[in-house]
């Protein structure tokens, strides 16, 4: 779900908690006279801007509930619900200077203090004020220090600005608030801050402490794969060299389906020792345990191309294709590897063979909503249950990828 989305969901039920009458006393002392704080719930302008959110269409809801907050212009959460529609809709200057007129109210709870700050701190980020929506989220947990909310965004500030220190410090309040269930979440976030702190260390020239935070980063979340890399590579540095082929082949136990990233350390390490029949032995046990598993295929193939060996590597990428006809980098391999051998006749007829009996994009249908893959299109998810949820995955152009990546995920 984008977050566009999200917001969008948590105005809503702001909304519908201010509809069920919880949020909201029913009257309020308004410049000597009662307001009956109903009467906005029950404008029609409020159901109709309503219905518009959650349609999605922003630019009617804010028309019809700023006719609505006309009727109690001292509603609070509904100008502070409108600020933030502004800021969905881009007006960013528009939504803090809402947000900065309801903070000049007198009288506001500590509450009410710390949500409109919350609002403006988001305003903030959103204009890319980055100072001034860093001093917004502090301010308000010093008047609600377990707001989650304020903590997430602060964490997300202060790794943007690669501030590992003190997102680790945010991430430990946030674990000390989350609920159980989220508790391996954050220990997995602490890992991968624990591995950011350990790889500016080890920029730093600083092997005893870079490699201290990869161990703790493991400790952590012994599933962070770049945590054992890194550690290798410091380990490598202080002249360790068999503490860091330890560690990477660790990593290839620990995680089978990410073994691959070891790989080229590990090459490396034991052609230059003169141990390449480790590096081999270590290929042909991942193959054989996960026959999927291309990529180790392609490595040792890559390896024996270098040791003078490119028909036993042609028939590695061969099986590797069998399995994985997808992969373009297999294609290029075994081209590039035939054109070297002055194209044999046996062998092209053998490529020909492999591409005709595979099956491309076998499950080309994917549930928008929970990424269920199906062969055909289906009309509603076995998963998720949702109807008309399933695209047609498509193959995004490479030199596209960075374009499409920043524009959000493809449908
Ligand atoms: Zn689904």
Known sequence: ?????????VITALLLGLAAGKAWE??????????????VRQSPHFIVGLNYLVAGRIDLAIEELE??????????????????LYRERGQVGRAIQEHQGLLQRPRLSRAEHANVLLCLGLDYRRGGFVDRATEAFTEVLKLA???????????????????????????????TVAKPAEQARSRTILAFLEHALGVQALADGRLADASRHFTDAIDLDPTVIPAYLSLGDARLKQGDAAGAAAIWEKAVNVSPDRAYLPLERLEALYVREGRADRFTAICERLTTAAPREWRARAALARHLVSQGQPTRALELLFGALEHNPHALAIHQSIWSLLSTLDLPRPLVARYIEITRQSVFYLDPHVCTRCRYRSTELLWQCPQCHEWNSFVEERITPASDIESEMSSGPVA
Do not use: F
């Open 145 to 175: 220090p377990d707001n989650e909310a304020a903590l997430g965004n602060l964490e997300k500030l202060q790794e943007e600005q690669h501030q590992w220190q003190e997102a680790y410090a945010t991430r430990q309040r946030l674990a």
């Open 1 to 9: 779900m984008d977050s566009g989305l999200v917001l969008i969901l």
């Open 67 to 84: 006719q609505a907050s006309t009727i109690d212009p001292g509603a609070l959460e509904l100008r502070m619900v409108l600020g933030n």
């Open 26 to 39: 029913r009257y309020k002392l308004m410049e000597g006279q009662w307001v009956d704080r109903r009467r």
